[in-house]
């Protein structure tokens, strides 16, 4: 079936860098992202989500950016800090994240920041 | 932002023993909760959708008699292993919504199952 998926497995990125994550759909009718943060043992945390009527979100040091010609997603940290460790999904969702549907991840990214 | 809180956290049981794993929202009504199923460096699956006061929605390949999903009120929904086997070890994670606003779902902090 459809599912979102990710380019990379991990990224590693040095201290105060910026870092990019990917991310791949093929659900043409997934009208709605939202990216995570996963630590070790914990459950997602939502970081930053966009519908697919907007392009370009940006929140406190994260900017997600949606092409939808492509089926393209990218999140994109600002100067990134040691807690910034963790895994990254997407996630999408059809019903514009309203309705009871399930979301759809992808395979996550393992973002790793190098002193 | 809510809150949705999973107990217990970490949970050993012997192969052939049911568990329960519990879901609750804490400050808002959670007319839908799902059930999601992680196994280590994986991605999240989504196992179940359930609403208030009905039957559990399976996906594909998960068996219903095995994973019993009760969500009889609007704050606490659990999810059951039954019989259950070493292969079911696994991360379980909930998630809870009000489907009557226009948010993301939430997520509890996940249940680590070992079974031995």
């Known amino acids: 079936g459809e599912s979102v998926g990710l380019h990379l497995p991990t990224l590693s990125v040095q201290e105060g860098d910026n870092s990019i994550i990917n991310c791949a759909y093929s659900?043409?009718?997934?009208?709605?992202f939202i990216w995570y943060k996963q630590e070790s043992g914990k459950g997602p945390q939502f970081i930053i989500d966009?519908?697919?009527?907007?392009d370009k979100r940006q929140g406190q040091r994260v900017t997600v950016l949606l092409n939808k010609t492509v089926k393209h997603l990218s999140l994109q940290i600002a100067a990134t800090q040691p807690g910034d460790s963790a895994v990254y999904f997407c996630?999408?969702?059809?019903?514009?994240?309203?309705?009871?549907?399930?979301?759809?991840f992808g395979k996550g990214t393992h973002l790793i920041i190098q002193p | 932002g809510a809150v949705v809180s999973q107990h217990p956290s970490r949970v050993i049981c012997k192969s052939g023993t049911s568990v329960k794993i519990e879901c609750r929202s804490l400050?808002?009504?959670?007319?839908?909760m799902f059930w999601y199923r992680q196994f280590p460096k994986k991605s999240l699956m989504l196992m179940a959708t359930?609403?208030?006061?009905?039957?559990?929605?399976?996906e594909q390949g998960v068996e219903k008699d095995k994973f019993l999903i009760n969500h009889a009120s609007l704050t606490l929904s659990t999810l059951t292993v039954t019989s259950a086997h070493p292969e079911d070890s696994s991360f379980y994670i909930c998630?809870?919504?009000?489907?009557?606003?226009?948010?993301?779902?939430?997520f509890g902090q996940g249940t680590r199952l070992t079974v031995v």
């Open positions: 400050d808002f009504q959670a007319t839908t």
């Open positions: 996630a999408e969702n059809t019903n514009s994240g309203g309705g009871a549907d399930g979301l759809t």
């Open positions: 966009i519908r697919s009527n907007m």
């Open positions: 998630s809870a919504k009000d489907s009557s606003l226009n948010t993301e779902a939430f």
């Open positions: 659900n043409s009718a997934s009208d709605y």
């Open positions: 359930s609403n208030e006061g009905s039957k559990a929605t399976y």
